[in-house]
């Protein structure tokens, strides 16, 4: 079981970035996935999940509007769109699932939001 996330970088506040995820190894449409993030000096929290096919979805407060996670059961792959992006946003993002018993994560993708 393997997640690979991509797509993170440097961007100015008010810009936009879109993570992927890529996942192999596991029945890819059969799971919830979810985006977390860890600041410098902070605990990892929740950003965004997604259950199995894609029509049900949940936000942190500090996200609702401006990130859309969505997935392609076909390509294997979750995505977080990330729009009017601030500052505080700044941190490592991860990919999540749970599967079976065990809690798999990806390597994380850093996201730095900087003028």
């Known amino acids: 079981v393997q997640l690979v996330e991509s797509g993170g970088g440097l961007v100015q506040p008010g810009g936009s970035l879109r993570l992927s995820c890529a996942a192999s190894?596991?029945?890819?449409?059969?799971?919830?996935m979810s985006w977390h993030r860890q600041a410098p000096g902070k605990e990892r929290e929740l950003v965004a999940g997604?259950?199995?096919?894609?029509?049900?979805?949940k936000y942190a407060n500090s996200v609702k509007g401006r990130f859309t996670i969505s997935r392609d059961n076909v390509k294997n792959t979750v995505y977080l769109q990330m729009n009017s992006l601030k500052p505080e946003d700044t941190a490592v993002y991860y990919c999540?699932?749970?599967?079976?018993?065990?809690?798999?994560w990806g390597q994380g993708t850093l996201v730095t939001v900087s003028s």
């Open positions: 997604i259950n199995s096919a894609g029509g049900s979805t």
């Open positions: 999540f699932v749970r599967w079976r018993y065990l809690e798999v």
């Open positions: 190894g596991f029945s890819f449409s059969s799971y919830a």
